[in-house]
């Protein structure tokens, strides 16, 4: 099973609320109003309504990550070695 991650890239964040608006249970404020991801890793319950989240950003802030991918990327890593 992939693990799903988000985060908020404060550079790119205009503060419009959307994302959390969607999805309050992952977004929430920090401390000078830029949205941020609440949890580490997404509940399995939870994808769609991160997913939707992501989509809603108008400035493309949210990134996705995968743990398999990160995984992925160490093996290859090792196996250049
Ligand atoms: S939808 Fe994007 S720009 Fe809007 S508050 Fe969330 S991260 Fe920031």
Same mark, same amino acid.
């Given at each position: 099973?992939?693990?799903?991650?988000v985060y908020?890239?404060?550079?790119?964040?205009? +503060?419009? *609320?959307?994302?959390?608006?969607?999805?309050?249970?992952i977004?929430?404020?920090?401390?000078? *109003?830029?949205?941020e991801a609440?949890?580490?890793?997404?509940?399995?319950?939870?994808?769609?309504?991160?997913?939707?989240?992501?989509? +809603?950003?108008?400035?493309?802030?949210?990134?996705?990550? +995968?743990?398999?991918?990160? =995984?992925?990327?160490?093996?290859?890593?090792? =196996?250049?070695?």
């Open positions: 099973m992939v693990a799903i991650r908020v890239d404060p550079d790119l964040c205009i +503060s419009c *609320g959307a994302c959390i608006d969607t999805c309050p249970e977004f929430h404020w920090d401390e000078d *109003g830029i949205a609440e949890v580490d890793e997404v509940p399995e319950e939870l994808e769609d309504l991160a997913y939707e989240a992501l989509d +809603s950003c108008p400035t493309d802030a949210i990134i996705e990550d +995968s743990e398999e991918e990160e =995984k992925d990327d160490i093996t290859l890593a090792m =196996k250049k070695d």
